[in-house]
């Protein structure tokens, strides 16, 4: 059974940091290249941010570009995305996903 949990998710102030993950199971993870993409209210899925199989190339949408980190642990099966410098419109759900599975999601709020 191919899972993917993201977890790491919550509220944070603007300007606050977050490290969320992405625990995979039931796949040979370290063959996909890995997205995190994000939902807010009301908008549509975007894309935040890539990595190839191997962790060599990283791509990352304009609004992020600078304040977040794609990375991942192939021994671990795990995706990272660390967030910096978190302003409200990255108030959004998280999913990390291989484009042929998805995670649930993780919350963060970015709030005062």
């Known amino acids: 059974q191919v899972r993917l949990v993201e977890s790491g998710g919550g509220l944070v102030q603007p300007g606050g940091s977050l490290r969320l993950s992405c625990a995979a199971s039931?796949?040979?993870?370290?063959?996909?290249?890995m997205r995190w993409y994000r939902q807010a209210p009301g908008k549509e899925r975007e894309v935040v941010a890539f990595i190839s199989s191997t962790g060599g190339r990283t791509d990352y949408a304009d609004p992020v570009k600078g304040r977040f980190t794609i990375s991942r642990d192939n021994t671990k099966n795990t995706l990272y995305l660390q967030m910096n410098s978190l302003k409200p419109d990255d108030t959004a759900v998280y999913y990390c996903?291989?484009?042929?599975?998805w995670g649930q999601g993780t919350q963060v709020t970015v709030s005062s």
């Open positions: 039931g796949l040979p993870f370290s063959i996909y290249g």
């Open positions: 996903t291989n484009l042929s599975q």
